[in-house]
């Protein structure tokens, strides 16, 4: 099994190798190259933001796409602020049908009766997937039960649908103190998946439950079915080159899930606050109050309203600058800096040398 140190990393050994043993094959008429029953491993699964020159992953997206999955949503309305073509995937214009945020969080099901002695007297019941994982681990730290589906045979097995998970089932292992996560998707394409969101918002995932449990975070195996990407990005592929820089991970320092969802809660309300006032003077917000407020509470969620005002301002028209000028102070020499930089930077890559004082 191959193994690559960090998402970086993976990027840049995956693309070579779908370049160089990829077989051409055309599902739908799109030209790919594919590998199948792919399997690979990432041995740093806490560094998730992308340090690739080119590939100009859009960290405000990823963040932002994890956070809303994390809040149980699938609605377009929020999330088209941060990835405008969102709606080319929804069926009715309005919802992701395939949406991992209630899959995930508020699944109903028809579950035993945990107070009668049949098996066979069922009830109707709303299930929380992550909550589950994390009780089941800490009830048994040897279980081979924490795992957690995203296909929905009731929903997805039907034809004409835009939008089947590509994501299917997650399995959490805690060995040597460490929390194992493998990720089996039935596809997986490098560019719109991998680097978009999927990695990072199941390393997210990996590294909240890692904390709730009490245990440090393993790596993550990626199963695909077929793993592959379409031809319109062969050529980019080869354009690939890592930054060259020493960064650490902004860590998440939240450990329970309690806590994250009551922290989650009062960011997509301060975020709302960010959208619904144009007018508001963004340093002023920043400074005085709301961060101040995540500041004392959590450092991650501090930094994940900064990155909230940081997208305001690109879309008020701020220059990428003056976006530094806040972002640089709080994100530090975090991996989540020079991938917010290496992004708002990509039309001219020297001047971003410049302001972060030439990090290759």
């Known amino acids: 099994m191959h193994q690559s140190l960090t998402i970086s990393d993976a990027l840049l050994d995956q693309a070579t190798i779908l370049l160089n043993f990829g077989n051409e094959v055309a599902p739908r008429g799109q030209k790919t190259l594919e590998m199948i029953n792919h399997v690979f491993e990432i041995l740093n699964p806490l560094q ?30 929020w999330l088209e602020r941060y990835i405008p073509q969102c709606r080319k995937w929804s069926d009715d214009g309005n919802v992701w049908r395939a949406g991992y945020g209630p899959r995930l969080r508020s699944v109903y099901a028809n579950a035993h009766k945990s107070n009668e002695s049949d098996p066979y007297l069922w009830e109707e019941v709303q299930i929380d997937q992550i909550a589950y994982v994390i009780s089941k681990l800490k009830e048994d730290p040897s279980t081979r039960q924490a795992v957690i589906s ?36 039935r596809s997986n394409d490098l560019i719109y998946g ?77 975020e709302s606050r960010l959208r619904n006032d144009p007018n508001s003077n963004l340093v002023d917000i920043f400074v005085k109050s709301e961060y101040e407020y995540f500041a004392r509470r959590s450092e991650w969620f501090a930094v994940a309203y ?55």
């Open 48 to 77: 998730r933001n992308i340090l690739v020159e080119n590939r100009w992953a859009n960290p405000f997206a990823q963040l932002a796409e994890t956070l809303w999955v994390f809040a149980g949503r699938n609605d377009m309305d």
């Open 150 to 185: 995203l296909w929905d045979p009731v929903k997805d097995t039907f034809s004409g649908s835009k939008d089947y998970p590509c994501n299917n089932w997650l399995q959490f292992l805690v060995r040597d103190g460490k929390l194992y996560l493998s990720v089996v998707l």
């Open 194 to 270: 991998f680097s978009h969101c999927d990695f990072y918002l199941w390393s997210v995932l990996q590294e909240l439950v890692a904390n709730c449990v009490g245990v440090e975070v393993g790596t993550m195996t990626w199963f695909a079915g077929s793993f592959h990407v379409y031809e319109k990005h062969w050529e980019l592929l080869k354009e690939f080159r890592i930054v060259d820089v020493s960064v650490k991970p902004i860590r998440l320092d939240v450990n329970t899930l309690n806590r994250f969802d009551t922290l989650l809660d009062e960011l997509m309300l301060a």
């Open 306 to 360: 900064i990155m909230f005002v940081g997208w305001e301002m690109k879309l008020r028209g701020y220059s990428p600058v003056e976006i530094d000028s806040l972002l640089s102070v709080h994100l530090g020499n975090s991996d989540l800096y020079y991938s917010t930089m290496l992004y708002l930077f990509k039309e001219n890559y020297e001047q971003m040398l410049q302001v972060t004082d030439s990090i290759v």
